[in-house]
């Protein structure tokens, strides 16, 4: 997640000379590492996918005749060609429904 930009009215140092709150959160999210790769457990076809996160989910492999994206009551199937691998942008509480004959692998990395 990217922090917004502090007001540029604010102070970036104290008397001290140390960097501050909240210039200092800003600057720290370019310095941590990236989120892991996190591997899915797949269930039956076809399998929903929820995302706790905002991220991308990976799908590879396997026989994928459809992906849909859904967010609220609206669904929007996204592929049904045989390209691997797809990703899929989602945000906190988006599902990703994957049906499939034969089982993809399928990964989750938070942004």
Do not use: C, H
């Not at 005749?65 to 899929?88: E, K, Q, Y």
């Amino acid at each position: 997640m990217t922090l917004p930009l502090p007001n540029m009215t604010a102070p970036l140092v104290n008397k001290l000379g140390k960097i501050i709150p909240p210039w200092n959160s800003w600057f720290q999210q370019f310095a941590q590492a990236a989120a892991a790769v996190v591997s899915v457990l797949v269930g039956t076809s076809p399998f929903s996918y929820t995302a706790n996160n905002t991220g991308q989910v990976i799908i590879s492999g396997g026989t994928v005749s459809n992906i849909a994206f859904v967010r609220g009551a609206i669904t929007i199937n996204l592929f049904t060609s045989t390209a691997s691998p797809r990703a899929v942008l989602v945000s906190i509480g988006d599902t990703v429904v994957i049906t499939y004959s034969v089982l993809p692998t399928v990964q989750f990395v938070e942004l």
